[in-house]
Structure formats: structure tokens, C-alpha cells
């Protein structure tokens, strides 16, 4: 059976990728970096996976094409 994608925190992103809020932001920006998902009215999260894949590699990584939110895992 499959773990599921957990969704981590800005704190927990910052300190598993070692980059500081404003490079985040704007590696975002850029689309370098995951997007953040909205998970609540003031709160704001990333898919744990998206953090991994872009640790892997953090050159090679893009933005896909087309959004992912709307998916079924």
C-alpha cells in the first residue's frame, strides 16, 4: 500500500533545502521551485514528494506544464 504525500510546512522546506525564504520565493517566481499549495485560509504547504524530487536534483527541476493540484493520489 502506498504512504500518502504528505504536505510539509515553510519551516520544514527551509531547513530540508537549506535555502533562505526570499530565494524560495523567488525560485518560485521563476518556477525552479514547487508552488506552494493553499491548505487554508492563512495557511500554505508543499506536497513532501515535490520536496524530494527537487532535492534530487534542484537544477534539473521545472514547473510541470499544467497544474497538478486537481489530481487523485
Do not use: C
Not at 510539509?8 to 518556477?31: E, F, H, M, P, Q
Amino acid at each position: 500500500m502506498r504512504q500518502p504525500d504528505r504536505i510539509i510546512r515553510l519551516t520544514t522546506v527551509l531547513s530540508r533545502t537549506g535555502l533562505s525564504r526570499s530565494t524560495l520565493y523567488r525560485k518560485i517566481a521563476d518556477g525552479t521551485f514547487p508552488a506552494q499549495l493553499q491548505i487554508s485560509t492563512n495557511g500554505s504547504g508543499w506536497h513532501e514528494s515535490e520536496i524530494n524530487r527537487w532535492i534530487e536534483n534542484p537544477v534539473a527541476w521545472r514547473a510541470p506544464a499544467h497544474s497538478e493540484q486537481g489530481r487523485n493520489e
